[in-house]
């Protein structure tokens, strides 16, 4: 496919912000390659691309790998401007992606001037020249790679028009942002080549279990359905991971069907899929990104203690005190994180694993994927393969009868360094593990008031006001967004003005400074004019009284296809912390956020 037929594809789907347009678009583009099987090839590419990226999220692939500063020198050398020019149209537009375009529009101006006075046509190029030369930019490495890379980039710049540059360099600068969910991207291929929206399921149960959108992609274009059914648990892929609904503690046991259900810790780590095959053994985390290397001492305990040839659970490393007697909360875990002198931390901070959950094993030559096993048996198979030691345990877990024993069991968990109870069913029937999936299979629970936002929330900082008096020349109140994963934006959800030490608020104009903006960032819905604009980066937690509907906030306005007039938004916000620990993406969802505003009643 022509690069240049892509980009209009993306230029309409940026134009709107309705979701079922957005699909339309995509499903177009789709059909387009099945009407045009000579394109084909190119599916892959497209879904990486439109997801802003080149490779599979999952994979750990070497990245473009290249700072503004460097694109932007590559440009003013390709366009033959100063590069303080090139600083003043990203100011104005805050935007490298319109800045390149800017320039390009002024080049190719000149140029077709040219091509039309002396007769002759305007090179296109191809989705595959265009991503192939990505792929080549990633892979340079070592001395004089810069040179290497800046001549690549001006290779591209001379095949693109105007639009084109647009993209490409959104693509460089991972900013693409088109607005285009993972779930979206589903919905188009679900009607694009199974002919409706309906068997978006279908893709999705393949998705959750290998996570790369191009291969889904293939499977589905090539064989329809039975394509998806081939998509099979991998040893070495990440699983979408199951996640937990909130229920105040009343309504959990009505919920988990009456009678009986199982009550864990809910422990206070970091969550790791473990795969194990061999000795080899990969650890991800719950974004599903490879974080072995930060777990040496976890990898080694998986290797002496479990008896399978395969295998892949889950379970929650927690920071322990040296003599493995109590859990330490999450905050003694993250001094663990970092690049350097792992070891020396390893032994600093102890961690053991608990486990909780099996997806799959290989034992005696027998493999056997397990997530579709009612919750009891697979714990059953965890004790069978396990050889507990302080270093590697099953998490602790209680049957509950009644909201009595629910409660007691929730204040020992307290006690214990836990940080609430994870409630989950054990019908014989519905208990399986749902890859990817939030429903009420799972209940956690992490205070036991109820009507009130009980539950601090992470969100990012989008704009800021200029304080007054003692605050002057600093952020007085910050214009804070949740994350809403239908539509990829970030969604303005109140502001928040308390809370700050003065230590706070020299802080904040430090650490976003680098997120500064002229306008409206792409990624960003609100409502609001700040004084100042934040591109989404920085995180920070929050506490309130509790969520409410208003028609200053944007979060949720645009929700599960309906478009409201009101969003929702936090009463008597305050600043609590910053979470350098967490990635945009991880903050709180608006999804969540409507969860808790039901949950208040
Ligand atoms: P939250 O992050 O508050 O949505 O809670 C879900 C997280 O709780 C999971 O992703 C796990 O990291 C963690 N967790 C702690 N203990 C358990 C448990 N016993 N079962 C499942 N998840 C747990």
Known sequence: MDFGILVEYYDKVESTRKRLEIIGYLTELFKKLKENPKEADDLEKIVYLTQGTIYPTIMEQPKLNLAEKSLMDFISSYYAVNVSKVENILKKTGDLGDTGQKLAEKKSGKKSQITSFMGMQEETVSVADIYNKLEEISKIQGSGSLDKKESKIHWLLARCKPLMVKYLMRIITSTMRLGVSDPTIMDALAIAYLGDKDHRTDVERAYNVHPDLGLIARKVYDKGLKGLEEVKIQIGTPIRMMLASRLNYNQILPKLGGEKFLSEYKLDGERLQVHKDGSNVTLFSRRLTNITEQYPDVREVIKKSIKAEKIIIEGEAVAMDPFYEEMQPFQVLITRKRKYDIEEMVEKVPVCLFVFDILYIERDGKEETVMDYPLLERRGIIKDVLDESEKIKLTKGKFIESTDELVEFFKEARAANAEGIMNKSIDPEESVYKAGNR???????????????????????????????????????????????????????????????????????????????????????????????????????????????????????????????????VRFPVFQRIRNDKEIFDITTVDEIVELYELQG
């Open 439 to 569: 429903g009420f299979l799972w209940v956690k629970l992490k205070s036991l008031e109820a009507g009130k936002m009980t539950d601090t929330i992470d969100v990012v900082p989008i704009g800021a006001l200029w304080g007054k008096g003692k605050r002057a020349n600093q952020y007085g109140t910050l214009l804070v967004a949740v994350y809403n994963e239908e539509n990829g934006k970030f969604e303005l959800l109140t502001r928040v003005a308390s809370g700050f030490s003065d230590d706070d608020l020299t802080r904040f104009l430090n650490l976003l400074e680098p997120f500064k903006t002229k306008s409206l960032p792409n990624s960003v819905i609100c409502s609001e004019k700040p004084d100042v604009w934040f591109k989404p980066g920085l995180v920070i937690e929050i506490s309130g009284d509790e969520l409410t509907i208003s028609p200053k906030a944007d979060a949720g306005k645009n929700y599960n296809n309906q478009v409201r007039e009101k969003g929702y938004s």
